[in-house]
């Protein structure tokens, strides 16, 4: 019966992140998965409809992360990978997805995966297989011969996979269009030298400004964004100038970076909580010395850069690089945002409206809104006030669908 389809939530409040206020007494009715309209507790509930009543809790939109790695162990790191097969990467997806939506997060832009593991686990998910968040799967990081996304930690007597490195406008072309026909839905490329990977410099530009262009020009043509890694001003710029939707870490961003990035309309995403993680289990976990010692370089100077960034009216996006420290702790990155200079209410719109705007989803997700998916979850206290809420989510939905209720 169509009835049995159409559910409405109440609760004691409601973030509205599309004006940036708090609501109270909401209702919801969501019919077939979406939402159907957002009024107020004693409006008339549809005949038939299940009711969902979560007393004094605040009410939000489901969460976005907008840079994320659910196949990636933080405590395999370096050396330590070459112990498994490639398919037990896969199963790592599965738990961390799980673990992702448990957390509050209904969707993820998954920016960097092998063997087109993020595309597997977006279908099993959207087959009912497995639970897990909404994926936007970027599949391949790609990048240059020698780069962060090749395998540089191994001598030239390992030869290894080198599906995602090209070295030319024209091959980068080839790729993007490769990975676009399997499944990409957005373009990651690693622009500069990384933390993690062994043998970069982590400031140095690493894709030329030519390659970029294409990689962007081709990329837009298809219909898909462009997230680049770099944390290296030149390598930013760059980027910048050519046209890249978001910049992924940005931790040497500079003044010209910020004039850019408003000329252009593109969006930071910094993931300025996991140097703490990385500092304090990096070694245990097999993270490269050289690797720690660019953390110590960067880490700090990234949460500076955040702080200016935002300042001067940047864009900004919630993404935590998970996967390089624990799935499902997504949420301790907010804390991190508003002691950078952010208030409670921009942290969360940059893992919701914000985010939407990035991903072309506004149809889709980032807000308790008509026509969205009815992706909810609910917190205990104030989220407005004190953002660690966000860290102990009572209730979370997606598609109108209870996926956990304490
Ligand atoms: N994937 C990133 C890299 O290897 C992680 C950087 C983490 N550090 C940081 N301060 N955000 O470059």
Do not use: C
């Amino acid at each position: 019966p169509a009835m049995a389809d159409t559910v409405v939530v109440t609760a004691a409040h409601m973030i509205d992140v599309l004006k940036g206020t708090e609501v109270d007494a909401p209702q919801i009715v969501i019919k077939d998965g979406r939402i159907a309209s957002v009024g107020h507790k004693g409006d008339a509930v549809p005949a038939g409809a299940k009711t969902i009543d979560l007393g004094d809790e605040t009410l939000l939109p489901g969460l976005i992360d907008m840079h994320v790695h659910l196949t990636v162990d933080p405590t395999i790191s370096g050396y330590k990978a070459l112990n498994y097969t490639p398919s037990f990467w896969m199963t790592v997806g599965v738990a961390n997805a799980k673990k992702t939506l448990d957390a509050g997060f209904t969707t993820v832009r998954n920016v960097g995966s092998e063997n087109y593991d993020d595309v597997g686990l977006k279908e099993g998910i959207e087959k009912g297989y497995i639970e897990g968040p909404r994926i936007v799967p970027a599949t391949y990081i790609l990048g240059v011969t020698g780069g962060h996304a090749d395998a540089t930690e191994f001598p030239p007597s390992i030869t290894t996979d080198e599906y995602n490195i090209a070295n030319s406008p024209e091959a980068f072309v080839a790729l993007v269009r490769k990975v676009h026909k399997y499944g990409a839905e957005v373009i990651k490329v690693a622009m500069t030298g990384g933390v993690l990977s062994k043998g970069d410099s982590v400031g140095a530009e690493q894709v030329s400004p030519e390659e970029i262009k294409a990689i962007v020009d081709e990329a837009h043509r298809l219909g898909m964004r462009v997230a680049v890694h770099a944390h290296g001003t030149q390598g930013i710029n760059d980027a910048l100038r050519a046209g890249v939707d978001t910049i992924e870490h940005a931790s040497l961003a500079d003044e010209e970076s910020f004039k850019l990035a408003k000329e252009h309309g593109a969006w930071f995403d910094m993931d300025i909580y996991d140097d703490d993680y990385i500092l304090a289990e990096g070694e245990k976990n097999g993270v490269f010395p050289e690797s720690m010692a660019k953390e110590k370089m960067v880490g700090r100077k990234q949460r500076e850069t955040f702080r200016k960034a935002h300042a001067a009216g940047v864009k900004m996006l919630f993404g935590t690089d998970a996967g390089v420290y624990p799935h499902g702790t997504n949420a301790l990155q907010f804390v991190k945002m508003v002691k950078w200079g952010m208030t409670p209410i921009e942290a969360i719109q940059a893992a919701t409206k914000n985010a939407a705007e990035a991903l072309d989803r506004t149809g889709d997700v980032g807000a308790i809104a008509p026509g969205r998916y009815g992706d909810l979850i609910a917190v205990k206290g104030d989220p407005m006030q004190d953002v660690t809420t966000l860290q102990h989510v009572a209730f979370v939905m997606k598609g109108g669908k209870v996926v956990e209720r304490e």
